[in-house]
């Protein structure tokens, strides 16, 4: 049996990048509610991440080096056509990295200045992945197979109304992972701070869905939606994704009504899965959107079988440490906790 490997690794990637979103999603929440917090409470804020956040990086590298090893054409194009969002992400990821050590060992001006530095590194790498998102979704200019358009293409109304949605989602995020992680007037505050982000993350989500009907014709054929006319029978075969989403922000809901600890984060990760499935809907085979499919922009086959080989090995050692990581470190974490 032939292996279609220009279709695993499509899903490898995408998979890597889906759980990049999801897990340093919360705990690049976490950095966003920062500004919201006492200093006391920053301290908990940081422990309830301190063992799993750059593990949870580890998928960015996954995807970005899979993206330049399997879809070498691919990378050649996007990383052009995004260079500028791309280096301000790495550089807020970078800030928030340092400042996440320097935090816990600085004086009283020392520990402002990197508690100002993880915030600050926190929106920035969530602002600049929405640019790199919005980017994405509206195209990329090509011609003869290469990046064709200006420097700040990825600049405009609707790569900016992408990004304040991944700051608001990430805040949701963040807020539910510290109602399930924490207690006490933290755990209080940060039920706040759900109930605030929750009705903004379903406000831009559908202002963006909306908007990317308009950004490309053909997201908005392929999602039944025409000029003259609506097709219903386009449409019904995708209409589970978004009602993913809608049941997922119910969850938050009834699970912040409840006083729930876990579902209201639950129900935000399904939220981020749906948004991301549908923007997979939108512009799949397209690793390139709208100019390069996945198989075009495919490395050789053998490059593509030795990587997968080493991938099989790599890959479930990454995922057992990851689901060990969550497992030991599971539970309430107190002031008291001291992981630094």
């Keep these: 049996m032939?292996?279609?490997?220009?279709l695993i690794w499509a899903g490898i990637i995408a998979t890597a990048v889906l759980l990049y979103v999801m897990l340093d999603g919360f705990d690049l929440g976490v950095g966003i509610l920062f500004p919201f917090a006492s200093e006391a409470e920053r301290d908990v804020m940081v422990d309830s991440i301190a063992p799993v956040w750059d593990g949870n990086e580890t998928w960015l590298v996954l995807g970005g080096g899979g993206l330049f090893a399997a879809f070498p054409k691919a990378y050649a194009v996007v990383m052009p056509a995004l260079y500028g969002p791309i280096m301000l992400m790495l550089l807020g990821l970078v800030m928030r990295g340092v400042a996440f050590e320097f935090r816990a060992r600085g004086r009283v001006r020392g520990r402002a200045f990197w508690t100002a530095a993880f915030a600050g590194g926190s929106i920035t790498a969530a602002v600049a992945q929405g640019f790199v998102l919005g980017g994405f979704i509206q195209g990329v200019t090509m011609k003869d197979g290469a990046f064709a358009g200006g420097p700040?293409?990825?600049?405009?109304?609707?790569?900016?109304?992408?990004?304040?949605?991944?700051?608001?989602?990430?805040?949701?995020?963040?807020?539910?992972?510290?109602?399930?992680?924490?207690?006490?007037?933290?755990?209080v505050k940060a039920r706040r701070w759900a109930w605030t982000a929750g009705p903004s993350v379903a406000l831009l989500l559908a202002a963006v869905s909306l908007a990317t009907l308009f950004v490309h014709p053909r997201i908005a054929v392929r999602w039944g939606f025409t000029g003259e006319a609506f097709d219903v029978s386009t449409f019904l075969p995708l209409a589970p994704i978004p009602l993913l989403g809608?049941?997922?922000?119910?969850?938050?809901?009834?699970?912040?009504?409840?006083?729930?600890?876990?579902?209201?984060?639950?129900?935000?990760?399904?939220?981020?899965?749906?948004?991301?499935?549908?923007?997979?809907?939108?512009?799949?085979?397209?690793?390139?959107?709208?100019?390069?499919?996945?198989?075009?922009?495919?490395?050789?086959?053998?490059?593509?079988?030795?990587?997968?080989?080493?991938?099989?090995?790599?890959?479930?050692?990454?995922?057992?440490?990851?689901v060990w990581v969550y497992w030991v470190f599971r539970g309430k974490v107190t002031a008291d906790a001291g992981y630094h």
Excluded: C
């Design 2 to 6: 032939n292996l279609d490997l220009p």
């Design 152 to 187: 700040l293409d990825w600049l405009t109304p609707y790569t900016v109304l992408v990004a304040a949605g991944i700051v608001a989602g990430y805040a949701l995020l963040g807020a539910t992972w510290l109602v399930w992680r924490t207690e006490t007037e933290l755990h």
């Design 246 to 322: 809608l049941a997922g922000l119910a969850i938050v809901t009834v699970g912040l009504m409840r006083k729930s600890h876990g579902w209201p984060f639950a129900g935000a990760l399904l939220v981020f899965l749906s948004g991301y499935a549908g923007l997979a809907a939108g512009f799949f085979p397209n690793i390139v959107p709208y100019g390069m499919t996945f198989r075009q922009a495919a490395n050789a086959e053998n490059a593509l079988a030795f990587m997968l080989w080493v991938t099989a090995f790599v890959l479930p050692a990454i995922l057992a440490y990851s």
